[in-house]
């Protein structure tokens, strides 16, 4: 599955190919739209990735670097190619991206305490808690390197 995912760029050319990525209904109270997603990456210091699969722009994927911390601030798969992979290889390749940079001493990221789906996903790829839900929301660090 990984050859067949790729992490790709956002740039002034393609961005407008993530905007039909759709989630299931339940899930979309958990993230904000792939659209505010883009505006907040121009105000922050975030990086936007698309997510091919064969071709495909199946999903959206972003971080930022703050202060030695890489924090995963989105990954989202079209609600049509969920459940094939597709988030955990991306993950996969984007903690591989990560790793390699001197400037990322860790990475974390951070979901809605009742995002179960989202904590499950996480504890997969080796993020822990470390902190208790606080305001709604629990902070994991990733374990792994």
């Known amino acids: ?40 990456a121009k105000f922050e210091n975030l990086f936007p990735y698309g997510i091919e699969w064969e071709g495909q722009m199946v999903g959206f994927l972003m971080y930022g670097e703050f202060q030695g911390i890489c924090w995963i601030s989105r990954i989202i798969i079209d609600k049509e190619y969920q459940s094939r992979y ?15 940079k001197p400037s990322c001493k860790e990475v974390r990221t951070s979901f809605d305490s009742a995002n179960e789906a989202a904590r499950f996903f996480f504890e997969r790829h080796l993020f822990a808690p470390i902190n208790p839900d606080v305001e709604g929301e629990w902070v994991a660090v990733w374990q792994g390197k």
């Open 1 to 40: 599955m990984l050859d067949s995912v790729r992490l790709v760029p956002l740039d002034r050319f393609n961005w407008e190919r993530v905007l039909d990525i759709r989630l299931q209904p339940v899930q979309e109270a958990f993230v904000p739209s792939i659209l505010y997603s883009l505006a907040q």
């Open 86 to 100: 597709i988030g955990s290889s991306a993950l996969t390749l984007l903690l591989q991206q990560l790793k390699t």
